[in-house]
């Protein structure tokens, strides 16, 4: 009968030490994948990507064909270099004008002096300021090129800028500092504007997104430490831990990746966890997360 009783004990015993290793949530590791797409449409000169490759941000990895592009801004730049040459031609008409009219004003005032002595005709003086009047519309009919010459190289020069900003698209700048992911495309391919090059995460810090019930909200609280254990062989975890960065606002279905029915048709709470990575965490990786000491603790 002792034995009876001292056996019922020890299985008491595991099932609580069973319920007390439980991990209180599941998920998945997930990493922000970034996609690189090309903003530029040509033929792909160079690109130094592979998949498993760390990468910094900034560094340039690539570069889409500029030929045609390069030829279009010789031609612009040579075109708003003519245009802008014009207004020197006009400087000079203008500067022509302007002696033309010290002339006229010369001859006026000395017709005027005659005209005082009556050796000289009112027509003679009518026709000097004519010729003046007429002088003066043609030096304002000069300076309006001005305002042209002006706006046509400004155009040009929007243009130029273009070009420019064009040709600096066409490298393939990596944004971040990451893990290639999965390549996309290959050097001497055609890309065009928006197709996927390369996929880049930065996996030195990774994210449990777990899922957790109702009554479970009030043991976890963003920035707070959480236990965080995944696979190391087939019958032990590795632990570390982690720091609760989000809390699902809503409830939801628990997701279909969930083992047990049970725990499918039940509401509850997406939660994400930020953990520091050593590399042996993995996108995808089944992980557990542990924040409750007892069943009973309150929080």
């Known amino acids: 009968m002792k034995r009876y009783i001292v056996l019922l004990a020890a299985i008491a015993l595991a099932s609580c030490n069973n319920d007390k290793n439980k991990p209180d949530a599941y998920g998945t590791f997930e990493a922000t994948e970034v996609m690189v797409s090309s903003q ?32 279009k801004r010789k031609q612009s730049v040579e075109t708003r270099d003519a245009t802008a040459s014009r207004r020197d031609d006009v400087v000079s008409q203008i500067a022509v004008q302007e002696q033309s009219r010290e002339n006229a004003l010369v001859d006026k005032r000395r017709i005027e002096n005659l005209l005082k002595d009556g050796a000289a005709t009112q027509k003679q003086m009518d026709d000097v300021n004519a010729s003046l009047n007429l ?33 600096n698209r066409s490298r393939i700048i990596n ?13 001497d391919e055609v890309a065009t504007y928006g197709k996927p090059l390369y996929k880049i ?99």
């Open 40 to 71: 530029a449409t040509g033929q792909i000169m160079m690109f130094r990507v592979e998949e498993g490759q760390v990468l910094d941000s900034g560094v340039m990895v690539g570069y889409v064909d500029t030929t045609d592009l390069c030829l």
């Open 135 to 167: 002088i003066d519309k043609q030096i304002a009919s000069l300076k309006i090129q001005f305002g042209g010459i002006d706006n046509q190289v400004a155009s040009i020069t929007q243009q130029i800028a273009q070009l420019n900003e064009s040709i």
């Open 175 to 187: 944004p971040i500092r990451g893990t290639v992911l999965t390549k996309y495309a290959e050097k």
């Open 201 to 299: 995460a930065d996996l030195s810090v990774i994210t449990l997104r777990a899922y957790v019930g109702g009554t479970q909200l009030p043991y976890i609280k963003l920035g707070t430490g959480i236990d965080v254990a995944y696979d190391k062989d087939e019958s032990t975890n590795t632990h570390t831990t982690g720091i609760v960065s989000w809390i699902s606002p809503t409830a939801e279905f628990t997701p279909k990746t969930i083992q047990t029915k049970e725990e499918r048709v039940n509401l509850v709470y997406a939660v994400k966890v930020r953990v520091k990575n050593d590399g042996s965490m993995k996108i995808g990786m089944p992980g557990e997360i542990r924040f409750m000491n007892t069943l009973n603790q309150k929080p």
